[in-house]
């Protein structure tokens, strides 16, 4: 991989989105941002996760200084009219997977590019449908931690896989980052070092 050169920065901390476009032959630099994630009242979720990854991309726009693209994402789940973002405990996590148990759920994942061609976003939502779980599975995937730092308290790439009977959507988009769409708004923005 190119690692001296980035194409652009990632307003982001976490290192899921870096893999994600590394997938894809981007080379991005991380610049975590701070920003206020609490969802206004009655924001819809769509609106919710492009407010988010647009000030994210703002806000390590203003961080980095540099005329790269920035890019910021953000993912949250809706179900029943409520935004879930990352539990607050492990006690919360136990409530949403049984919530979960036997049904579908939203995913919502907006990207956002700062760049020469201003700032384009686009999101994307998802339909994870969960098998039945029992209290035991629902117990020992919590205490296994895997869910604690992602949206919903899960992470379709890990054990949760366990779980998920089928999505309809993107893949990419439930897992931290709309890679089809991000790819077009990258070209958008005038990188492609996928052609290279
Ligand atoms: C549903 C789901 C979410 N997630 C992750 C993707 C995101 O990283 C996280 C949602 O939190 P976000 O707030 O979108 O992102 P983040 O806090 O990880 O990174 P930053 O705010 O610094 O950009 O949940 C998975 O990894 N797998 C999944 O199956």
């Given at each position: 991989m ?6 652009l920065?990632?307003a ?13 032959g ?6 975590p941002?701070?920003?206020?994630e609490t ?11 492009l407010?988010?990854?647009r ?5 390590g726009?203003?961080a980095?200084a540099t005329p790269l ?13 409520r ?10 996590a136990?409530?949403w ?9 939203q995913?919502i ?5 700062s760049?020469p061609s ?17 209290e ?18 899960y ?5 949760a896989?366990?779980?998920v ?8 988009a ?22 290279a």
């Open positions: 190119r690692m001296s050169s980035p194409d920065i990632l982001s901390a976490s290192p899921r989105r870096l893999e994600l476009l590394a997938t894809i981007v080379a991005a630099r991380a610049c941002v701070d920003i206020d969802p206004r009242p009655d924001e819809p979720a769509c609106d919710y996760v407010r988010l990854a000030e994210k991309a703002l806000a726009r203003e980095s693209p920035v890019l910021g994402g953000d993912t949250a789940l809706s179900l029943d009219g935004i879930l973002g990352k539990p607050d405990s492990d006690e919360q136990r409530a997977l049984r919530d979960f148990s036997g049904r579908s759920h995913v994942s907006a990207v956002a590019i760049g201003g700032l384009l976003d686009a999101c994307v939502i998802s339909d994870v449908h969960f098998r039945l779980m029992e035991t599975e629902i117990n020992a995937y919590v205490a296994s931690g895997e869910g604690r730092d992602k949206a919903g308290s992470a379709l790439q890990g054990r896989a366990m779980f009977s089928r999505i309809e959507g993107s893949w990419s439930i897992v931290g980052l709309p890679l089809c769409e991000t790819a077009q708004l990258l070209s958008r923005q005038g990188v492609t070092p996928w052609l």
